[in-house]
């Protein structure tokens, strides 16, 4: 059984800086693309960053470049997600995706199979 479990999450006030990690478990992920989404109050959830399966390549929505950096260490099955910067419009649900058996990455949330069940950061103003 595939399973994805962040963590990190928390309150802030703006300015701050927070990690997220992903654990997987239950299959190989090493090789495979993963990424972070989210969704704000009231909002759609939309793509956050990706990383590729080698580790070489990464992507960031163009409302967190700069602050937001995405990292993997497949010897512990983890992906992180380290914020600086942190706004109250960054407040929402992370969640953790993985694209099984891809290397490449994917800004779309339809093609990742895998998501955790997300978790909370708030950021204060």
Partial sequence: QVQLVESGGGLVQAGASLRLSCAASGRTFSSSAMGWFR????????????????????????SVKGRFSISR????????????????????????????????????????????QGTQVTVSS
């Fill in 39 to 62: 969704q704000g109050p009231g909002k759609e959830r939309e793509f956050v960053a990706a990383i590729s399966g080698s580790g070489a390549n990464t992507m960031y929505a163009d």
């Fill in 73 to 116: 260490d497949d010897a512990k099955s983890t992906v992180s997600l380290q914020m600086n910067s942190l706004t109250p419009e960054d407040t929402a649900v992370y969640y953790c995706v993985a694209r099984l058996g891809f290397r490449g990455s994917s800004y779309y949330s339809r093609d990742h199979k895998y998501w955790g």
